[in-house]
């Protein structure tokens, strides 16, 4: 099985702090690669997906680096509201999706 | 628009029972799956489907058959459950097409075999 590696954190920061989040995949002929979000106890969400170009949706920057195979994710100003899992997600080949464990963000007052 | 749902929200089966789990989607997309998240280990993959009428393995599917007669329905079935089946179970359907395109998923069902 293709391997997708996050550190599982938790990472307890401030409100307002930045939070960086890595995830590393071993298959290099790996095509599409996502942020899903997770909320305790509910369905992964899309969060956004990760273009080779690096791609930013508001507080949320999402950046790949093939030649080093890894994805990582930018929180800026991070809300309470941001507490959650990120999954990392990896798609090799057809539209099986190969998930990493989950990274925790616990955001504090 | 109800997107996916997923039947039952909870279950606990004992050992040996048999039970199916309903998926159905109403968003005419061609390809459903269905994945256990178990603490620790991330989502895995079960089973799925491309389309009407044809299933094929994931990476964890002894112990489960599935079935697609109907588009919109993916069913997951356990023929004689066991304690190793406890998980939340998530099924997640997917436009064809790039592979880009988003997964929907299921709210989940949790289900506990004693």
């Known amino acids: 099985r293709k391997e997708v590696e996050q550190d599982p954190g938790p990472f307890n920061v401030p409100e307002g702090a930045t939070v960086a989040f890595n995830c590393t995949y071993s298959?290099?002929?790996?095509?599409?690669f996502f942020w899903y979000r997770q909320d305790c106890r509910k369905e992964p969400k899309l969060l956004m997906s990760v273009y080779s170009s690096g791609n930013e949706d508001g507080r949320f920057t999402a950046q790949l680096n093939r030649a080093s195979q890894y994805i990582s994710l930018l929180i800026r100003d991070s809300k309470l509201s941001d507490s959650a899992t990120y999954l990392c997600v990896v798609i090799d080949s057809g539209y099986a999706l190969n998930f990493g464990k989950g990274t925790s963000l616990l955001v504090t007052p | 628009n109800a997107g996916v749902t997923q039947t039952p929200k909870f279950r606990v089966l004992k050992t040996g029972q048999s039970m199916t789990l309903l998926c159905a989607q109403d968003m005419n997309h061609e390809y459903m799956y269905w994945y256990r998240q178990d603490p620790g280990m991330g989502l895995r993959l079960i089973h799925y489907s491309v389309g009407e009428g044809t299933t094929a393995k994931g990476e964890v599917p002894d112990g489960y058959n599935v079935s697609r007669l109907k588009k919109q329905n993916f069913l997951l079935g356990l023929e004689s459950a066991a304690p190793s089946q406890t998980s939340v179970y998530f099924c997640a359907s997917v436009r064809s097409g790039s592979s880009y395109n988003e997964q929907f998923f299921g709210p989940g069902t949790r289900l506990t075999v004693l």
């Open positions: 298959n290099s002929a790996s095509q599409s």
